[in-house]
């Protein structure tokens, strides 16, 4: 009988590996074979690792160091996970500035927020978002200048009282985080019901994540939030969540974003555009190449709202996102390859992003939300997925 544990490791492994098969399976956590004095599997292992697996017992063996400690960061996000919770602001979810949209997402489920519980031990808690904003305008102008002014970040055309109620909006959510140990993420149904606060959390996430290491999520998209909590607290790369629009769908994805016409590319069906509320979505500053606070571009938030025009670096990323049975992550390398913008629209600063096989990912899309993660980070997440019982699919491969 193991003690409680995160995973078992395996500092050496020889020959009686071959008769002790029922004690390998009777371990239900995940083991790490690490048996040289690099903090790597040996290359001597491999035919008792072939072995394990062929009979079913899937051991974890980094290849190099920076993938060991990888996994032990794996490690401690799953456990991170277990007796936490996200947070998220919401009333009636399905109703509000775009319910015919927002009535189809499967994050307001009952059933999706079980199945995570089920799965990883995770509480999702929903509060009131009209309460926060409330709350949030309670705030005196004085407290939230003050703070800014301790906080300054780029801003263009925004100074003044929408930078005030973003700030407001901050301190509210500092608040509810400072008093809660257990919370893992914080998210708000911002867009949809976002008649209940005279701002967007944008410039807070910005802020908290820096300040804290906080995993937020637009729209409360629980499952966004939970990928992103198993990418970044196991990888460290900068991940945030956009909007796709493959090039391959035409006026279906070009009408939500109020454009004519996809940028010219030389193989369009390999494309896609990603962009959220009016730029590329919500990147915080130390995550970003370029930074700036700006007036918001959606129709559907107040008029003293803000959004984050920033960009990620162009080269390698990686997609992802979990499917909705918590059993698979989705994911494939792939590259921004620059930006576009289109004055007048909702997409004001958007990237873009070429694929393997842009057919090939239709089929297997999971959300119009995505996780982008900077980098190339296919083979890592093949190892973390190991950590938390994932299997990871290429939808393009």
Request: charged residues 20%; contains cysteine.
């Given at each position: 009988m193991l003690p409680e544990c995160d995973a078992v490791i395996l500092p050496q492994v020889l020959g009686d590996a071959y008769r002790r098969l029922d004690a390998f399976k009777a371990i239900k956590v995940p083991i790490l074979v690490v048996t040289s004095e690099f903090g790597t599997l040996s290359m001597w292992d491999w035919e008792i690792l072939a072995w394990l697996r062929a009979e079913g017992v899937h051991a974890i063996a980094p290849y190099e160091l920076a993938q060991a400690r990888r996994v032990c960061a794996a490690l401690q996000a799953r456990r991170e996970l277990a007796g936490g919770k996200f947070v998220v602001y919401q009333d009636d979810p399905g109703?509000?500035?775009?319910?015919?949209i927002f009535k189809r997402f499967y994050w307001w489920e009952d059933e999706c927020s079980q199945r995570?519980?089920?799965?990883?031990?995770?509480?999702?808690?929903k509060?009131?978002?009209?309460e926060l904003g409330a709350r949030a305008k309670a705030i005196s102008d004085a407290d939230a200048d003050r703070v800014w002014k301790?906080?300054?970040?780029?801003?263009?055309?925004?100074d003044g009282r929408p930078v005030t109620s973003a700030m407001k909006m901050y301190l509210a959510l500092r608040d509810d985080l400072d008093a809660d140990p257990k919370i893992r993420a914080m998210g708000i149904n911002c867009l949809n019901e976002s008649t209940f606060s005279d701002t967007t959390p944008c410039l807070a996430w910005s802020l908290l994540h820096d300040e804290r290491g906080l995993i937020w999520g637009c729209e409360a998209d629980t499952v966004a939030m939970l990928t992103k909590h198993i990418l970044r607290r196991s990888t460290g790369a900068p991940v945030?969540?956009?909007n796709l629009y493959p090039f391959l769908m035409g006026q279906a994805a070009l009408k939500h974003e109020r454009i004519a016409a996809f940028p010219p590319v030389a193989d369009p069906e390999n494309h896609i555009l990603v962009?959220?509320?009016?730029?590329?979505?919500?990147?915080?500053?130390?995550?970003?190449?370029s930074w700036t606070l700006r007036p918001k571009v959606l129709a559907i938030v107040d008029d003293n709202a803000t959004a984050i025009d920033a960009r990620l670096p162009e080269g390698p990323i990686t997609m992802a996102k979990l499917l909705p049975t918590f059993q698979t992550l989705v994911a494939t390398a792939a590259e921004l390859t620059g930006y576009v913008g289109y004055?007048?629209?909702?997409?004001?600063?958007?990237?873009?992003?070429?694929?393997?096989?842009g057919r090939r990912m239709m089929e297997r899309l999971p959300s119009h939300h995505a996780l982008v993660m900077v980098g190339d980070h296919i083979a890592d997440l093949r190892m973390i997925g190991s950590v938390f019982g994932l299997v990871v699919e290429d939808c393009c491969g």
């Open positions: 109703e509000g500035m775009q319910a015919p995570i519980l089920d799965r990883f031990g995770l509480t999702i808690e509060r009131s978002f009209r301790e906080k300054q970040q780029p801003t263009s055309g925004c945030i969540m956009t962009a959220h509320c009016g730029y590329v979505g919500v990147i915080p500053r130390s995550m970003a190449s004055p007048g629209s909702d997409c004001l600063s958007g990237g873009v992003i070429r694929v393997r096989d």
